[in-house]
């Protein structure tokens, strides 16, 4: 079992900055992709930028220029920097796990955390 825990969220003004850190633990011998989505009250859940193991990047077109992800393999920890939020940006953010499993060639189980809420408000 994998477990995925997230921190950092919290209230911040528009225009300010937050950094999401979400920590991987539990049967792991390697992690695929990583990732950020997000869901705000009344909207599905979207993807904001995902990772793979090899440090290639893919963002949503809104966050582009804003938000930066990254990674630590060696601590299995993917990381979220959000520059100049907006109202918008609003939202529980949930990190996700691609991995592996050690047993059964060509099984990899997404993995969810819990979710840390982000407001973006005066």
């Known amino acids: 079992q994998v477990h995925l825990v997230e921190s950092g969220g919290g209230l911040v003004q528009p225009g300010g900055s937050l950094r999401l850190s979400c920590a991987a633990s539990g049967s792991i011998f390697r992690i695929n992709d990583m990732g950020w989505y997000r869901q705000a009250p009344g909207k599905q859940r979207e993807l904001v930028a995902a990772?793979?193991?090899?440090?290639?990047?893919n963002y949503a077109d809104s966050m582009k220029g804003r938000f930066t992800i990254s990674r630590d393999n060696a601590k299995n920890t993917v990381y979220l920097q959000m520059n100049s939020l907006k109202a918008e940006d609003t939202a529980v953010y949930y990190c996700?796990?691609?991995?592996?499993?050690?047993?059964?060639?060509?099984?990899?189980?997404?993995?969810w955390g819990q979710g840390t809420q982000v407001t973006v408000s005066s």
């Open positions: 996700n796990a691609d991995v592996p499993s050690a047993r059964i060639m060509g099984l990899i189980t997404r993995y």
């Open positions: 990772i793979t193991n090899g440090g290639l990047t």
